[in-house]
C-alpha cells in the first residue's frame, strides 16, 4: 500500500514540476528584449567616415551587420525565448565591439584600433561567429572576400595613421 501511494505522490509531483516547466515557458514569451531595428543607414554610418566600395558594403551587410550595426535582420526562432533574449546579448555585445552604423562617431583613435581588429579578427577567422554561419552559411567569407576585407581594413588604418600621426597607438 506504502508503494502505491508513493508512486501516486511521485507522479503528482512530477506532473505539478512539468505543468510548473510549461506554465514558465508560456510565460516567458511575452517578456520580450527591445529589437535592434534602427537605421541601416545613418549619417553616422561608416559609408561616411571612409569610402565603403560596393563589394565591401555587401560583405559588411551579408556577414557583419546583424550583430554589429543597429539594424538587425531577425530570423523567425527569435520569437522564441530565450532564444531571443540570448540572440539580443549577442547583439548588444557585437554592437559594443563596433558599430558600423555609428563608425562615423568615433575618434581617429578608436577608428585606428576597430580597423585593426576588424583585420586581425578576420585574418583569425574569429569573425563571423560560428555559431552565426550555422544558420547563416551565406555569410562565411570565402578566401577572396576575405583578402577583400582585409585590404580594405588595412588600408584604411593604414591611412589614418598616415593622416593622423600623433593618433597613431604605441605599442
Same mark, same amino acid.
Given at each position: ?7 501516486? =505522490? %511521485? !507522479?503528482?509531483?512530477?506532473?505539478? %514540476? ?7 515557458? %508560456?510565460? =516567458?514569451?511575452?517578456? *520580450? ?10 549619417? +553616422?554610418?561608416?559609408? @561616411? ?5 560596393? #563589394?565591401?558594403?555587401? %560583405? ?7 550583430? @554589429?550595426?543597429? @539594424? ?15 540572440? +539580443?546579448?549577442?547583439?548588444? #555585445? ?16 578608436? *577608428?585606428?584600433?576597430?580597423? @585593426? ?20 552559411? +551565406? ?14 581594413? +588595412?588600408?584604411?588604418?593604414? !591611412?589614418?595613421? #598616415? ?5 597613431? !597607438?604605441?605599442?
Amino acid at each position: 500500500m506504502i508503494t502505491i501511494v508513493g508512486q501516486t =505522490i %511521485i !507522479m503528482s509531483l512530477k506532473k505539478k %514540476i512539468l505543468f510548473g516547466i510549461l506554465a514558465a515557458f %508560456i510565460v =516567458i514569451q511575452f517578456i *520580450r528584449p527591445e529589437r535592434n531595428s534602427g537605421n541601416a543607414a545613418s549619417p +553616422n554610418d561608416i559609408a @561616411h567616415a571612409t569610402t565603403v566600395p560596393p #563589394e565591401i558594403k555587401s %560583405i559588411l551587410t551579408t556577414s557583419c551587420n546583424d550583430c @554589429h550595426s543597429d @539594424h538587425t535582420e531577425y530570423p523567425w526562432y527569435t520569437n522564441i525565448q530565450p532564444v531571443g533574449w540570448w540572440l +539580443n546579448h549577442h547583439v548588444e #555585445e557585437g554592437k559594443a565591439e563596433i558599430n558600423f552604423s555609428q563608425f562615423n562617431t568615433y575618434g581617429v583613435k578608436r *577608428r585606428i584600433k576597430k580597423f @585593426h581588429e576588424i583585420a586581425e579578427m578576420i585574418e583569425e577567422k574569429e569573425m563571423p561567429l560560428n555559431s552565426y554561419l550555422w544558420i547563416h552559411g +551565406n555569410a562565411k567569407l570565402d578566401e577572396s572576400q576575405t583578402k577583400t576585407l582585409l585590404t580594405w581594413a +588595412n588600408e584604411n588604418q593604414k !591611412m589614418l595613421e #598616415e593622416q593622423y600621426p600623433d593618433s597613431v !597607438m604605441r605599442k
